[in-house]
């Protein structure tokens, strides 16, 4: 059974930027790469991978070659002015800055089109040298949303790989300063993939007198074998032409994604109308609504998507930055916009919404499950719509595998998990970059105008489950996130909320879906407590697991934004610890606590939907003799029917004792600087209660796994590393090469 667990980061919003989350945030996102990662191979493999386009084009491939002697003796001269040692890395960056800059203008001696910068000096929390595009018009100094970035340390022992280049043959280990140089490359990498729409990322470290490869796609991360840059400054040379070759997308950035450069362009009249019209629609985020209009429009994208109906393609314009996007390298990567279609490029814009808003979500679909698009078919039926369901327009795969195109723009739109498994010999998730278009317009529940407008949007999604219910489909992943409420309700049927994302939707019944009822996917806050116990056997997701993360949605909301009496510290202990024991103690007595502000209604709704959850669990508290009769009680398990979770909410809908006037979603506000020390701790624990709460029987069945291919694979790896550090033709590999080492723990 795999583990799909995804980070609720529940405290996100706040942007707590103290030194201590940092280290937290770090350490997760190290973590999570070494489970995914394949280290070390030799370099002319890591090209191979990384440039596959690049590789083919003599030019670029002979780039080193072609240079001339008095070329390369300058930029050799200039690394030897390289210093090392402890003490001396902030004065590594300006000869490395120089020979790094010496390389390109040779390449492209008309107009390079990279440069590296110091982005270190400028930016607390930063890699050393970021990488950026040399267009006057579209320079930035955000080393985030730049091309790549070059991590420096004085000292050789910096090297996460230090001991794997000392002897490959045993078992890699890091040291704690070993291990905190790891953290924090894998720190950047996240950032830089937050920041900017990417396919992949690659980034060279600089570990006193040598130098590696990195490299990041959805699937996996990989990391070359280290070289003597002084040396052998060949291989920098290499990287910098295939890293730079125009056209061939070797930095890794989406080319369906345009810049403000582009936007300015297109000169698409009535856009700042458009903006204007969001921010009073409340369809941006707080932060994103108080831009002007010159920083929301250089935040603003230009989205290119193959039309459904011609050869055309379609064209949308962002209404400024990402509404969301992932915190996590690894896995869908999902990333939505707020957008608005170019006229003369999309049929029947007005299909959407009056303002002709859509919701762009692009994420890296596992091959394996079907495309979302076909989930929502399911769900429509011949209706070709369902109430409290989102309405889609078009669906497709970026990348198409019978498309070779010259310029390299097809290959960035699929991993290269398949590669790496056919050559190494193991086995990562395959994905593809999947870009939807919906017509359904949502508001975070966060940012409810009204309880009232909470419980209806709440109501109406679960109407929706209940009708995927009924054509034997489950969503999975019901979360906070998931759940919107209705810009446009007259568009939806009059629905006020429903469900998106259907990543995770399975079809019962299909190929597959007992393996897919038995993986434990959603966002932690929200999972059923039988879910998330740490059981030897996990049963299969049911109907009424989703259910009773609806429960969880309004609970979060409720006491996150209704102004009730719970503490930031208690919402991070109950939600974000993934702790069964908790949950249940909150459900049979704690939630009957909470203090309100004057609204019976709303209290009444939150306890009666906790008793409809309790009863799932209610025989563990009643003596083993009663047991017997309790089973015998058809009502024991309430969330087997939608309507008892509808009628909660109608009951109290209906209340003659609501408010007036209601009550708006509040801000979350954080913990005073006195409470953040402790909150950073439970924080921490929270990570690591998430972690342990995977089930017995998928470590074990991954043990088993493990202990099966070790043998073969130990000396495998020996003999494949032997021959990768003399290879250097990628082209001849054999077809069992296992020249990676797969780290499993740092």
């Known amino acids: 059974m795999t583990i799909l667990y995804r980070s609720s980061n529940l405290c996100r919003a706040t942007d707590l930027s103290t030194a201590s989350n940092t280290e937290t945030l770090r350490k997760e996102v190290g973590e999570e790469m070494t489970r995914q990662l394949v280290a070390t191979v030799a370099v002319s493999d890591f090209f191979g991978y990384a440039f596959p386009k690049q590789r083919h084009d003599a030019a670029v491939s002979n780039a080193y070659q072609n240079a001339s002697d008095q070329a390369k003796a300058k930029v050799a001269t200039l690394l030897n002015r390289v210093p090392t040692g402890e003490g001396r890395e902030k004065h590594m960056y300006e000869p490395l ?91 950047y990498a996240t950032r830089a993939f937050r920041s900017r729409a990417r396919c992949s990322l690659v980034a060279i470290g600089v570990f006193g007198n040598y130098a590696r490869l990195f490299r990041w796609d959805h699937s996996l991360a990989m990391v070359s074998r280290g070289f003597e840059y002084k040396k052998n400054s060949e291989l920098l040379w290499q990287f910098i032409a295939y890293f730079g070759a125009p056209g061939y997308h070797g930095a890794g950035l989406d080319p369906t994604v345009g810049d403000y450069v582009e936007l300015g362009r297109l000169a698409v009249p009535g856009l700042e109308q458009k903006y204007v019209r969001a921010r009073d629609k409340n369809l941006l985020s707080p932060t994103v609504s108080v831009m002007g209009d010159d920083d929301l429009r250089k935040q603003s994208s230009v989205i290119t998507m193959p ?85 889609i327009r078009s669906d497709t795969d970026l990348y198409d595998p019978d498309r070779d195109d010259s310029d390299g723009s097809n290959d960035v739109h699929h991993t290269i998990a398949e590669w790496v498994s056919e050559f190494l010999g193991r086995r990562f998730r395959r994905r593809i970059h999947h870009r939807t278009i919906m017509d359904s317009v949502g508001i975070d529940l966060g940012r409810f105008k009204s309880t009232r407008d909470l419980l209806e949007g709440i109501r109406d999604a679960v109407k929706g489950h ?17 759940v919107m409420l209705s810009a446009y309700p007259e568009k939806e049927n009059g629905a006020k909320g429903f469900l998106i994302d259907m990543d995770y939707a399975t079809v019962l019944g299909s190929k597959g879906s007992d393996d897919d009822l038995l993986e434990i996917t959603g966002t932690t806050a929200f999972l059923s407590i039988a879910r998330i116990e740490d059981d030897e056997e996990v049963e299969p997701h049911r109907k009424w697991n989703d259910l009773e993360s609806f429960f969880w949605v309004t609970a ?111 801000p979350f506000v954080m913990a005073e600087p006195d409470s953040r020390k402790a909150l950073m701790s439970m924080m921490q624990e929270s990570v690591e209660s998430t972690r342990r709460s995977q089930s017995q029987s998928k470590r074990k069945r991954d043990a088993e796994t493990e202990a099966s291919e070790d043998a073969e694979e130990e000396n495998a790896t020996k003999r494949a590393r032997q021959e990768a550090s003399k290879t250097n033709d990628f082209s001849t590999l054999p077809a069992d090469f296992a020249g990676g080492h797969y780290m499993r723990n740092a």
């Open 97 to 187: 800055i120089n020979a790094i800059n010496a390389i390109c203008d040779v390449l492209w001696p008309t107009e390079t089109p990279i440069v590296v910068q110091d982005s270190h000096s400028s930016h607390k929390g930063s890699p050393d040298l970021s990488f950026f595009s040399k267009n006057d018009s579209n320079i930035t100094d955000k080393w985030h949303c730049g091309l790549g970035f070059v991590e420096v340390k004085a000292v050789d022992k910096e090297d996460p790989f230090h001991a794997d280049e000392r002897d490959p043959t045993k078992p890699l280990s890091m040291k704690l300063s070993q291990l905190n140089t790891w953290n924090q490359i894998q720190d």
């Open 307 to 391: 039309s459904s109906s011609t050869d055309d393609e379609e064209k949308y314009i962002t209404i400024g930055p990402p509404l969301f996007s992932s915190n996590a390298v690894l896995g869908r990567g999902t990333r939505t916009w707020l957008a608005v279609p170019v006229p003369g490029t999309v049929d029947h814009p007005e299909r959407s919404n009056d303002d002709h808003f859509v919701i762009i979500k692009d994420s890296w679909r596992d091959v394996s499950r079907a495309c979302e698009g076909d989930i929502y078919k399911e769900i429509y039926g011949d209706a070709g719509h369902a109430y409290g369901i989102a309405r």
């Open 466 to 482: 209940r009708h995927m219910s009924d054509k034997g489909i489950l969503h999975r992943d019901i979360s906070a996130y998931n």
């Open 556 to 666: 979060y909301i409720v006491v996150r934004h209704a102004q009730t009496t719970y503490t930031v510290e208690k919402i991070v202990d109950l939600f974000d610890r993934g702790d069964a024991a908790r949950r249940k103690e909150f459900i049979i007595t704690k939630v009957h606590r909470i203090k309100f502000p004057p609204h019976p209604p709303l209290m009444r709704c939150l306890r009666n939907l906790a008793y409809l959850v309790a009863s799932h669990y209610r025989g563990e508290f009643y003596h083993p003799d009663h047991l017997d009769t309790l089973a015998k009680d058809p009502n024991m398990f309430l969330l087997n029917d939608h309507q008892a979770f509808l009628d909660v909410i109608d009951k109290e809908l209906k209340a003659d004792d609501w408010p007036d006037p209601d009550i708006e979603a509040a």
